[in-house]
């Protein structure tokens, strides 16, 4: 079984803004990058609302597929405050290196991270591994393609075994 993306552990509430920032500071290949991710680390960060429309935003990718919401929610948060580079040395999309840098510390960076994470998920795997478990709500990516449960315990409750 895989880890879940970065994204899924912050809509199930797994990981908080402080372990998005380390992660951000632990990830950088950019030193501006790291600097603002240790300044914002020093300051109180809620993310709540946030949390509470990506579930919602979540729940329509997983419904309706990619539309215009999903697309104007993410670059909302992603234009103003995360600039990407690929590195494509060997000429092929297979060996290419992804990587980000933060562009402001006063834009919504760390909620742009958790944006781009879904990006990245949805170039490598697709939509379609996003599930929200029929029993107990909570997101899942790995357990394939026609999954309705995050886990046997879920499953037996919800087939009412």
Do not use: H
């Amino acid at each position: 079984m895989r880890d879940e993306p970065l994204f899924i552990k912050f809509l199930n509430g797994q990981i908080n803004p402080t372990q998005i920032i380390d992660t951000v500071i632990g990830s950088s290949k950019d030193q501006q990058s790291k600097d603002i991710a240790l300044q914002k680390k020093e300051s109180e960060i809620d993310l709540s609302l946030f949390r509470e429309d990506f579930v919602k935003v979540i729940a329509d990718l997983i419904d309706n597929g990619i539309n215009q919401r999903v697309i104007n929610y993410v670059n909302s948060y992603m234009k103003p405050s995360l600039e990407e580079f690929v590195d494509s040395s060997a000429g092929n999309r297979v060996n290419e290196s992804r990587y980000i840098s933060i562009k402001a510390a006063d834009a919504p960076w760390v909620e742009a991270v958790i944006c781009y994470n879904l990006c990245i998920f949805i170039k490598a795997y697709g939509f379609k591994e996003i599930k929200q478990c029929s029993n107990c709500g909570k997101f899942f990516s790995y357990k394939g393609q026609y999954a309705k449960y995050c886990s046997d315990s879920c499953k037996m409750v919800g087939s009412g075994k």
